[in-house]
């Protein structure tokens, strides 16, 4: 996914790059691990928002619109996550598109636990949508993306 948003950015397609991941413990932090890899392929860290609090995809669209307070975005996946994610953001109010990437081409032996995995992940994004309607896990102080435009 870093690699996906790289190339986005180097190609003008994106301005700012907000990475969500999970940084639930001490030793688990998954977004500086990502910033500090676009760094390396020249994305500067001044365009790199991180959001480690992005437990889940719910959460992750949730904290983008009302945390980092984005409207419209690339939403960049793997194509067997992509459906979920558009959809969820759409749904809680950021305008998304997708950039899918690679997923079983490269790695055809996961392909039945991660549709297994993603058709309970759907049931649960379609509860949280519809009928429970959670707030994220974490709130906390909004950090808007500014876009240098």
């Known amino acids: 996914r870093v690699d996906g948003a790289v190339q986005l950015y180097k190609a003008g397609g994106v301005r700012k790059i907000l990475m969500t991941g999970d940084n639930g413990s001490v030793n688990y932090d998954e977004v500086t691990a990502m910033k500090e890899y676009a760094v390396k392929q020249g994305i500067p860290g001044e365009d790199i928002y991180l959001d480690y609090a992005?437990?889940?995809?719910?959460?992750?669209?949730?904290?983008?619109?009302?945390?980092?307070?984005?409207?419209?975005?690339?939403?960049?996946?793997?194509?067997?996550?992509?459906?979920?994610?558009?959809?969820?953001?759409?749904?809680?109010?950021?305008?998304?598109?997708g950039f899918v990437l690679p997923d079983f081409e490269l790695y055809p032996d996961l392909r039945l636990i991660y549709s297994v995995r993603e058709y309970a992940a759907d049931l649960k994004a379609w509860t949280q949508l519809y009928i429970t309607h959670p707030i994220a896990k974490v709130l906390g102080v909004p950090e808007p993306i500014i876009s240098n435009q």
């Open 54 to 97: 992005g437990f889940s995809t719910y959460d992750s669209c949730y904290r983008a619109k009302e945390i980092f307070t984005l409207t419209e975005a690339v939403l960049v996946t793997q194509r067997y996550h992509l459906y979920r994610a558009l959809y969820t953001c759409k749904k809680l109010g950021v305008n998304v598109v």
